[in-house]
């Protein structure tokens, strides 16, 4: 029998020096495709230089680790950003319509160090406001997640709230655009998203919209049962992080004032 404890005990220590050896040789590996990657878009867009490897990691990543892909992408984004925020951040004098609605919050962090956001998808009115402002609106705020994040922090954890959603806030034209910026421009930015208070007439909405997720998104989305809300919540988040109205101690701010 002690034989026996011992040799499982030797498997086990090999599985984790192999374990180890494996995730050291991803590692190489994805930073030697990094490099080369570097290599492709700053060829291609000078500008590239500006951006640290973490960028490129990010849009790499979101592809699999195809160099190839992850390099158009990222050139797309490039291309982007100089037509959509020239100035190179979104003015508030910009988007006072989409910020007078409040819809958008960030207070606190999960138990990963990820920053906390709130949507109210209640309060978005499509008819006030274009969807040019909408885009603007949702370029601001994912700018000042990302300008918020920790140290060695690269993804946020977003609640969406649609407790009073209607038709009147349906916006599919809106979501996927939303969508749109989020993947393409902003990727392995989102690590996780719990949608909460959906009411049944939101799913009518989610079956159109769903066909424009990536996968890599989809994996990180939580519809929450409203009475498993605040269990489900503290599981990733401290009850002092946790926003108050979902029975936590931390009071929301809007995005515009943090």
């Known amino acids: 029998m002690e034989m026996e404890v011992k040799d499982s005990e030797n498997e086990i220590g090999k599985e984790q020096v192999e374990e180890g050896f494996n995730g050291e040789q991803s590692n190489e590996i994805e930073r030697s495709k990094v490099g080369i990657m570097r290599a492709l878009v700053e060829r291609e867009d000078p500008s590239s230089k500006e951006v640290d490897?973490?960028?490129?990691?990010?849009?790499?990543?979101?592809?699999?680790?195809?160099?190839?892909?992850?390099?158009?992408?990222?050139?797309?984004?490039?291309?982007?950003?100089?037509?959509?925020?020239?100035?190179?951040?979104?003015?508030?004098?910009?988007?006072?319509?989409?910020?007078?609605?409040?819809?958008?919050?960030?207070?606190?962090?999960?138990?990963?160090?990820?920053?906390?956001?709130?949507?109210?998808?209640?309060?978005?009115?499509?008819?006030?406001?274009?969807?040019?402002?909408?885009?603007?609106?949702?370029?601001?705020s994912l700018e000042k997640i990302c300008a918020k994040m920790p140290k060695g922090q690269e993804k946020?954890?977003?609640?969406?709230?649609l407790d009073g959603w209607g038709y009147a806030s349906s916006d599919i034209r809106g979501y996927v655009a939303c969508l749109s910026i989020l993947q393409d421009c902003y990727p392995e930015r989102l690590g996780k998203l719990y949608i909460v208070y959906a009411p049944y007439i939101f799913m009518t909405v989610w079956k159109v919209v769903y066909p424009f997720i990536d996968n890599n998104t989809k994996k990180k989305i939580v519809f929450v049962e409203k009475k498993k809300m605040k269990s489900t919540l503290l599981e990733d988040i401290d009850e002092s992080q946790l926003p108050d109205i979902y029975g936590g101690k931390l009071p929301l701010v809007y995005i515009q004032d943090c």
């Open 53 to 140: 490897d973490l960028m490129i990691r990010r849009f790499l990543r979101a592809r699999d680790l195809d160099i190839e892909k992850g390099s158009t992408m990222f050139l797309k984004y490039l291309s982007w950003r100089r037509t959509f925020v020239p100035n190179g951040f979104i003015s508030e004098s910009e988007i006072t319509t989409q910020l007078s609605h409040n819809k958008f919050c960030m207070q606190g962090h999960d138990k990963k160090g990820r920053p906390i956001v709130v949507g109210f998808g209640g309060r978005h009115k499509p008819n006030e406001g274009s969807i040019e402002e909408f885009k603007r609106f949702v370029t601001y």
């Open 156 to 161: 946020f954890v977003c609640i969406g709230d």
